[in-house]
């Protein structure tokens, strides 16, 4: 039987690079699945598709294939067999899969990916969902999160770093937009499953979260 570590939590909490360490020190497989549906996304607006019509998105989800592997440590995504991995992370990017992955389609072809993967992999997959629903039996589910100030600094010191301009009033609010999206949607929200364990990241170290994950697999997984 495979372990699986669920990590759901809202944009900024620090899902990914918690994970990506938890996934070192146990040697389980992380799957970001963010970047899968954000690999959706660049499909559909790379073929002119507006994330808002839903009709054309959910036709066109079966022109697409999203396949994973890892190099280095490194999750690559691969769209049609294209690692896509330079070009998902703009915020036009980040925008448009906010909106497409509130379509049933999207969701089906991704969740049963998901699934089979997590089937016969010790894995940490991090989402939106991957407690609540594509891995209800997962032997340690955490709801991690932060406050927005806190979500909005991070994401304002990491672009100043890349040399970008930015202001952490504009940050906060489209984080603030992109939660609004993410939970209230009427398919797989984002919200915390009733056995999963919650962590507020915001007055904790990154060692201190990892730290945190670990004891709860040691509860649970063995
Ligand atoms: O984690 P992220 O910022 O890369 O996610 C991008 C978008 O994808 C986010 O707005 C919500 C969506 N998403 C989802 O609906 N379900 C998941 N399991 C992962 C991401």
Redesign the pocket.
Request: aromatic fraction near 4%; charged fraction near 35%.
């Given at each position: 039987m495979a372990y699986n570590i669920a990590v759901d939590g809202p944009?900024g909490a620090g899902?990914s690079t918690i994970a990506k360490q938890v996934a070192e020190e146990l040697s389980y497989i992380y799957v970001?699945?963010?970047?899968m549906?954000?690999a959706m996304a660049l499909y559909f607006l790379r073929k002119g598709i507006s994330p808002e019509d839903e009709a054309s998105v959910s036709a066109a989800c079966e022109d697409i294939t999203v396949t994973l592997s890892t190099e280095n440590g490194e999750q690559q995504v691969f769209l049609n067999g294209e690692n896509v991995n330079g070009y998902i992370r703009t915020e036009e990017v980040?925008k448009a899969?906010?909106t497409v992955?509130a379509y049933a389609k999207v969701r089906q072809k991704l969740t049963q990916l998901q699934r089979e993967m997590a089937a016969t992999t010790d894995l940490i997959m991090d989402?939106?969902?991957?407690g609540t629903c594509?891995l209800p039996e997962a032997q340690v589910k955490v709801y991690l999160t932060a406050s927005v100030e806190t979500r909005g600094k991070r994401r304002f010191l990491e672009l100043q770093e890349k040399g970008e301009n930015c202001e952490l009033e504009q940050i906060c609010e489209d984080i603030r937009k992109?939660d609004e999206?993410?939970m209230n949607r009427k398919i797989?929200p984002l919200k915390q499953a009733e056995d999963a364990v919650l962590i507020d990241s915001s007055f904790m170290t990154i060692d201190e979260v990892v730290g945190r994950i670990l004891e709860l697999v040691k509860e649970n997984c063995s």
């Open positions: 944009a899902k970001d699945t963010g970047a549906y954000r980040g899969t906010s992955s989402g939106r969902d991957i594509v992109r999206q993410d797989s």
